[in-house]
């Protein structure tokens, strides 16, 4: 449980940093944020990743979920136009974020088959 909720510092402190940015076109104290949110994005998905989840999984959930909230959130902030096909390409990313997470489930709850290292008579 712990490790998701360091994934979703990780989403929120990239979504902030990049939304932040966009304002910071505008008023370039929302620099300050930018930069703050990158680095604190990174701190936590260091400690996400300490706290076992794959590189891989961690990585392609926070990508995905990050261009999806960054898409809505900017059309609802600065007024951003989505195109129908935005919006489905919005679903297949959230499609992909399922498909990932419940693939990561499924292998982390097999038995891990490693060959015997032992040495031979």
């Known amino acids: 449980m712990k490790k998701w909720l360091l994934l979703g510092g990780v989403i929120a402190s990239e979504v902030t940093a990049t939304l932040s940015l966009r304002a910071a076109i505008d008023q370039p104290a929302w620099t300050a944020v930018v930069v703050a949110g990158y680095l604190l994005a990174f701190v936590f998905l260091g400690l996400t ?4 989840m794959s590189v891989g999984v961690a990585y392609g959930i926070w990508g995905a979920t990050g261009v999806a909230a960054i898409a809505l959130l900017a059309m609802v902030l600065f007024d951003e136009m ?6 489905v390409g919005i679903v297949l990313i959230i499609i992909g974020v399922v498909l990932i997470e419940t693939g990561s489930s499924e292998s982390s709850q097999e038995p891990s088959q490693k060959p015997s290292q032992g040495v031979r008579a």
């Open 49 to 52: 990743l300490r706290e076992g």
């Open 82 to 87: 989505l195109t129908p096909g935005a919006l």
